[in-house]
C-alpha cells in the first residue's frame, strides 16, 4: 500500500501544480478583463493605424521622389499605392491581435502573481477604489499614448524619408 502510494504521489503532485497553474491563468485572464486592457489594446491599434495615416504617400514622395519607383500622384498608378499604402499599414498594426495581447499579459501575470495575489487584486480592482484607479490608470496611458504618437508621427516621415535614401545608395554599390 505504502508503495502505491509512493507511486501516486508524483502524480497528485504534478495534478495539484496542474491545477493551481490552470487557475491561475484564469484568474490572471480575470485580472486582465477587469483592468481594461482590452480598451488599451484599441488605443493602441488605433494610435498604430493613425501613425500610418499621418505619414501619407504623398509626404513620403515628397520627401523622396523615387519612394514608390518613380509612380507620383499624378501616374495613373496612383490609386493602387495609396490601396497597397492602407493595406500595408493594416497589416503592419494587426499583430498581435487582441486575443494575443489580452493572453500575453494573461501569461505574465499568472507566472508572477499567486493564487492568492490575483484574488486580492481582482477583490480591490472589483471595489469602487479599485475602478476609480482603473479609470485613472486608462487617463494616464490614453494621454501617454497619445504623447508617443504624436512625437512618433512627427519623426516618421524623415526616419523613414533618410531610410529610403540609405536603401537607395545601397543599391547603388552594387
Given at each position: 500500500?505504502?508503495?502505491?502510494?509512493?507511486?501516486?504521489?508524483?502524480?497528485?503532485?504534478?495534478?495539484?501544480?496542474?491545477?493551481?497553474?490552470?487557475?491561475?491563468?484564469?484568474?490572471?485572464?480575470?485580472?486582465?478583463?477587469?483592468?481594461?486592457?482590452?480598451e488599451?489594446?484599441e488605443?493602441?491599434?488605433g494610435?498604430?493605424?493613425?501613425?500610418?495615416?499621418?505619414?501619407?504617400?504623398?509626404?513620403?514622395?515628397?520627401?523622396?521622389?523615387?519612394?514608390?519607383?518613380?509612380?507620383?500622384?499624378?501616374?495613373?498608378?496612383?490609386?493602387?499605392?495609396?490601396?497597397?499604402?492602407e493595406?500595408?499599414a493594416?497589416?503592419?498594426?494587426?499583430?498581435?491581435?487582441?486575443?494575443?495581447?489580452?493572453?500575453?499579459?494573461?501569461?505574465?501575470?499568472g507566472?508572477?502573481?499567486?493564487?492568492?495575489?490575483?484574488?486580492?487584486?481582482?477583490?480591490?480592482?472589483?471595489?469602487?477604489?479599485?475602478?476609480?484607479?482603473i479609470?485613472?490608470?486608462?487617463?494616464?496611458?490614453?494621454?501617454?499614448?497619445?504623447?508617443w504618437?504624436?512625437?512618433?508621427?512627427?519623426?516618421?516621415?524623415?526616419?523613414?524619408?533618410?531610410?529610403?535614401?540609405?536603401?537607395?545608395?545601397?543599391?547603388q554599390?552594387?
Amino acid at each position: 500500500m505504502l508503495k502505491q502510494l509512493l507511486t501516486l504521489l508524483p502524480l497528485l503532485l504534478l495534478h495539484t501544480q496542474a491545477a493551481h497553474a490552470q487557475s491561475s491563468v484564469e484568474l490572471a485572464k480575470q485580472y486582465v478583463v477587469l483592468l481594461r486592457y482590452g480598451e488599451q489594446y484599441e488605443a493602441y491599434h488605433g494610435q498604430c493605424l493613425g501613425n500610418f495615416r499621418s505619414v501619407t504617400p504623398a509626404a513620403l514622395v515628397a520627401k523622396n521622389p523615387t519612394y514608390f519607383n518613380g509612380i507620383k500622384p499624378e501616374s495613373p498608378q496612383w490609386g493602387r499605392v495609396n490601396k497597397a499604402y492602407e493595406t500595408y499599414a493594416q497589416e503592419a498594426c494587426s499583430r498581435p491581435t487582441k486575443p494575443e495581447f489580452i493572453d500575453a499579459l494573461a501569461s505574465a501575470y499568472g507566472q508572477n502573481l499567486s493564487v492568492s495575489d490575483l484574488n486580492a487584486a481582482i477583490t480591490f480592482y472589483s471595489s469602487p477604489a479599485g475602478g476609480r484607479l482603473i479609470g485613472a490608470h486608462k487617463a494616464a496611458a490614453t494621454s501617454v499614448y497619445q504623447y508617443w504618437g504624436q512625437k512618433n508621427r512627427e519623426h516618421l516621415t524623415e526616419i523613414t524619408a533618410e531610410f529610403q535614401k540609405t536603401i537607395s545608395k545601397i543599391s547603388q554599390e552594387q
